[in-house]
């Protein structure tokens, strides 16, 4: 590649837009969503809970908790326990009759503070509460570091991965070098950025008051920052020896890349899938590999621009250590996927599906684009007068789909995978709800109040992308197969806005129900979800 003096920014400057107009689809995002809450939002209680318990969709870092009683007296609770997707706490003993409203603020695995409300009463009638707004410095905020990450993949690829290259491959050009260390600089700064806006975002202030340390100490409190700060020194270590030719500086680069990687799994909702370790260490390799790849090739189209065909041992090289690491980020790939979505529906159905399978067509594209250098291209290389030329050509193209490939990836940082998408308010007790996904839906089952007996069963509708579901009919085939009863089929009927329920006597045995949902999305689209509840024999709430 040329330097930018020479006219190199214009040959980036297409790759460049592209990757930032494809990291901003929908911009702002949901992330952690409350799926289960006792009391739940809107219960009528005979007396006051002991407790309230919190359940989330992923671990969240509690910020605060506080209850507001019927005289419009504000009550903070105990600390929380934390991080973790369960939080509880003891509520004050003596609350006497009335409506109560109890607020809570968590922060969600990629440091997107998530606040919201839930309204109980105690003797008395209660309705649901509304959840708050997100207002418009906290959407500003979101923007910014949705940039920053697009940043800080860019600086990825252009510092640590090209300081993997210098050791693996050959020595680059000095100008390549020395964008290197700028691209460390640049990575550096964004992670240092993040942090101040991290905090910016959980304190809800302004722009005037990125320099306030309060700020900063708030950025520095939740779980992004250990991942932040690692990146950092990675970034930092990248930068301070690209200017270094000791042999010793190679290694160094190549550690830093290394640092940068490793940080990977330490926040974002990937990171969050199980099992955890297994989830961790595809992050670090899919990141580590990628850089490699993708940063590879500025480099490599630059030796090829200033040495032509006598740089094709360098060529060779690269082609030999490509191969099983484009195996090793396929399979990293593949595992990342598995983990986050469980069906063929929730590819094609959800925000954060469509993110991914836009991101296998790219990397499909990488893929053939590589195999027609390796096998048609590199061999040309000493054969053709004009084979270098053709090369860079194409390895330009390469660069072109990586940018894309790049900012679909900072796009998936910032969206919450399928499970994530639909927050469930008014969600019961966990051993009598059952959250489940198929066909593009996503659906909560609940047994209310839980107690063998006549009970509501609650079924809570929605689509995994997060858009309105408008089905025709739902019904639900009840059975406890171990006591020879049913199946019972019933017609749920609708109770607002993506809530079905039917009331009966047919849960009169305590054990293991099946319910098996059927919903008639449309006259040609039917959708079955099955779950099992577990009835106790007095689980009364």
Known sequence: MRPPGRGGWRARLPALLLAAWLASPGAVRAHAALVAAVPEDGASLAEAPAEVTLRFDEAVTPLSLRIVGPDGAALALPALPG???????R?????????????????????????GALAFGVGVAAAPATAPAEDGRATAWARVLQGLRLVFYAALVAGPGAALFRLLIAEPPRHVVRGMGWAGLLGLGAALLSLGAQGGLLAGVGWDDLLDPAVWRAGLAVSPAASLGLAA????????????????????????????????????????????W?????????????????????????????????CAPVVERFSRLALPGVAALLLAGVVLGALR?????????????????????????????AGLNRQRLSPALT??????????????????????VLGLTAALGRTPPPHAAMPMHHAAAEDVAVATEGGG?????????????????????????????????????????????????RRLRPEGAGRFVHEGPEFALPGRWSVRVEVLVSDFEQVVLAVGLDLPPDAGR
Request: no cysteine.
């Open 91 to 115: 509520l004050p003993p003596g609350l006497g009759q009335g409506i109560y409203l109890l607020g809570w603020r968590v922060v969600s695995a990629d440091g997107h503070p998530i606040a």
């Open 233 to 276: 020194a990675g970034f930092g270590l990248v930068a301070a020896v690209a200017w270094m030719r000791h042999p010793a500086a190679r290694w160094a680069g190549a550690g830093g890349a290394l640092l940068v990687a490793l940080g990977l799994p330490l926040a974002g909702h990937a990171a969050t899938a199980e099992p955890r």
């Open 383 to 404: 054969m053709r007068e004009d084979g270098a030329r053709r090369l860079s050509r194409s390895i330009l193209a390469e660069m072109v789909v990586a940018a894309a």
């Open 341 to 369: 979505l469980g069906s063929l529906g929730e590819v094609v159905g959800s925000d954060y599906g469509q993110l991914v399978l836009a991101k296998a067509v790219g990397f499909l594209l990488l893929l053939a684009l």
């Open 83 to 89: 991080p973790g997707p369960v939080l509880s706490a």
């Open 441 to 489: 839906l996503a659906a909560l089952v609940e047994l209310l109040p839980g107690r063998a007996g006549s009970n509501r069963l609650v079924v809570t509708l929605g689509r995994a992308s997060g858009e309105a579901l408008p089905p025709l009919e739902i019904w639900a085939e009840l059975e406890r197969a171990e006591a020879g009863i049913g199946p019972f089929r």
């Open 278 to 310: 297994l989830a961790a260490a595809a992050l670090a390799v899919h990141g580590l590999v990628a850089a490699f790849w993708i940063g590879s090739l500025w480099p490599l189209r630059a030796l090829l621009a200033g040495q032509g065909a006598a």
